[in-house]
């Protein structure tokens, strides 16, 4: 992603694909889980979104482009291009920003599953690190995976101004 960090970007094919929202919330979840244990504690220290300068690269105080905050919802439903909409229930207070009312984790104190990014828990559990897990059940992977494959070599810009006043002298 032209951040410098080693990182790599994996499709990988399930035998059986989740058809329905209720398959993809068995593989996938942005929430905390409530409960005290390893997986609560690698999601909160790998999975939280802390919004940086790559958010919001012209002004600090533009909306993060990554869409966070996502908004609380009950259950996972898909677009209409068929991405998932992913459930981000509230918490009910065992988040660390909830049970605290600061902002412990992130920038700003919001529930911890608004700010949680997408997880496979097995995954998680195996790698110890950041795994942000998407899901593609439709020709869209095409394009997602398109994106990476052609981004190019890494660029840098510049600006040269010349100032009237100097001379070769």
Request: glycine content about 8%; charged content about 25%.
């Amino acid at each position: 992603q032209k951040r410098g960090l080693p990182h790599a970007h994996i499709a990988l094919r399930a035998k059986q694909p989740p058809k329905t929202a209720e398959e993809v919330d068995q593989l996938i979840s942005c929430e905390v889980p409530p409960a005290s244990g390893r997986l609560r504690d690698l999601v909160l220290k790998h999975m939280i979104h802390t919004c940086h300068n790559g958010c919001h690269p012209d002004d600090p105080k533009q909306p993060c482009n990554k869409g966070f905050p996502f908004a609380t919802t009950e259950e996972t439903s898909f677009d209409e291009r068929g991405y998932p909409r992913h459930r981000r229930r509230p918490c009910g207070g065992t988040c660390p920003n909830c049970a605290s009312g600061k902002a412990l984790f992130g920038k700003r104190n919001i529930c911890c599953n608004r700010i949680c990014v997408e997880y496979c828990a097995e995954i998680l559990l195996l790698s110890d690190g950041h795994v942000n897990v998407k899901f593609a059940g439709n020709v869209n992977l095409f394009e997602y995976l398109y994106k990476y494959i052609f981004k190019g070599p890494d660029t840098t810009d510049y600006d040269i101004t010349l100032d009237e006043a100097c001379t070769d002298e």
